[in-house]
């Protein structure tokens, strides 16, 4: 159940800042942080005091007969605020901070896929369930970390799910650290292995080295043993049939063999290695977004070049970002 339109009910009219929601999240440094919306602070249902009567009604004996009796429970707007403190313990990108299902822009049937396996994946998500999670792959700047974000978004501020997203060269360079100071790798790797989702953004990327190999390998078998949910984003590709299947049978290469070979260099598969990426298809459903998908970062940063608007809110708010 969400948090939304509690504060709004009252009213007719529903607050132009967030929705209903009751919460917003913005940009804060190279953070994406939520917080209660003004329209929400002062609590209209336990007017502050945090709780709530709520009416019973149970037979204790066959005698008396059913029986109505009060008990005190938490309001709301306790919960409301210890998903929003959790949500800012996720770790998620400034950059992200606006991603909604709705603010995503499909541009080909793949973006489309991508976006209906996300919204599906966090609005069916089972609490008491075991849930399959999502890999996106595909080039810079398609929205990979964009649906990554709504999917956990919705999931900790609408429904009290535990997440946490991590991008992977700051794991292993966090793992490392801990190492200096004398940790195991058990013992950072602990609390990601545990959370209910986990997001791991860029995989594929690093050095490919065995320190590397062998963190992930941990951090995967133990969130696969445990039944638990991991999100995946790549800018590897997925899919070695279908590239490889053009060798000619006299031996000769053609250019789009040569380049079919420099691709499998660019296989998921190869990087993080047959282990890692058989229990990745066990515990995932994929989408590939294909090469020519455009790049949001920079059509972005092309229509904001030639003709800058003078001052003004969009000027303000691109200079924060
Ligand atoms: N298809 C899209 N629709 C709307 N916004 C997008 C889309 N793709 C990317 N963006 C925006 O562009 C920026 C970069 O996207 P991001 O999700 O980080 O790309 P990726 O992770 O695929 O490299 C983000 O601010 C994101 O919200
Ligand atoms: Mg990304
Ligand atoms: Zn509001
Ligand atoms: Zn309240």
Redesign the pocket.
């Known amino acids: 159940m969400g948090l939304g339109m509690t504060a709004s009910k009252a009213s007719a009219e529903v607050c132009g800042e967030c929705r209903g929601k009751t919460y917003v999240i913005d940009r804060r440094g190279d953070r994406a942080q939520a917080r209660v919306c003004a329209c929400s602070a002062r609590c209209g249902v336990c007017e502050g005091r945090g709780y709530v009567y709520e009416e019973r009604e149970q037979s204790f004996s066959a005698k008396v007969g059913p029986k109505r009796y009060e008990v005190l429970v938490e309001c709301v707007c306790q919960r409301r605020a210890q998903r929003v403190t959790h949500f800012n313990e996720v770790g998620l990108?400034g950059?992200?901070a606006?991603?909604s299902f709705d603010?995503?822009?499909?541009?080909n049937e793949a973006?489309d896929r991508a976006r209906s396996l996300a919204k599906h994946f966090a609005l069916r998500f089972d609490k008491a369930g075991v849930n399959k999670g999502f890999i996106?792959s595909?080039?810079?700047?398609?929205?990979?970390?964009?649906?990554m974000?709504a999917s956990l978004s919705h999931l900790v501020l609408e429904m009290g799910v535990q997440a946490r997203y991590v991008e992977i060269s700051l794991l292993y360079s966090t793992i490392r650290r801990g190492f200096q100071e004398g940790k195991s790798g058990g013992e950072i790797i602990g609390p990601l292995s545990e959370v209910e989702v986990l997001a791991i953004?860029e995989l594929g990327k690093g050095r490919g080295s065995q320190f590397e190999m062998e963190t992930m390998d941990e951090l995967i078998a133990r969130r696969y043993n445990a039944g638990k949910t991991t999100l995946f984003?790549t800018?590897y590709s997925l899919e070695p049939e279908r590239r490889s299947a053009r060798a000619t049978p006299s031996g000769y290469r053609t250019t789009e063999d040569a380049k079919s070979t420099l691709r499998e260099a660019e296989l998921l598969r190869e990087r993080v290695g047959e282990r890692i990426y058989s229990r990745l298809c066990e515990m995932c459903d994929f989408v590939e977004l294909p090469k020519e998908t455009p790049d949001?970062?920079r059509m972005?940063q092309e229509l904001e070049r030639p003709a800058p608007p003078p001052g003004g809110m969009r000027a303000g708010r691109r200079a924060s970002e």
């Not at 603010?103 to 541009?107: I, V």
């Not at 595909?138 to 649906?147: D, I």
Request: a positive charge.
């Open positions: 990108p950059v992200v606006h991603a603010s995503y822009r499909a541009f973006q996106l595909g080039p810079v700047g398609t929205g990979k970390t964009h649906l974000a953004d984003a800018n949001q970062r972005r």
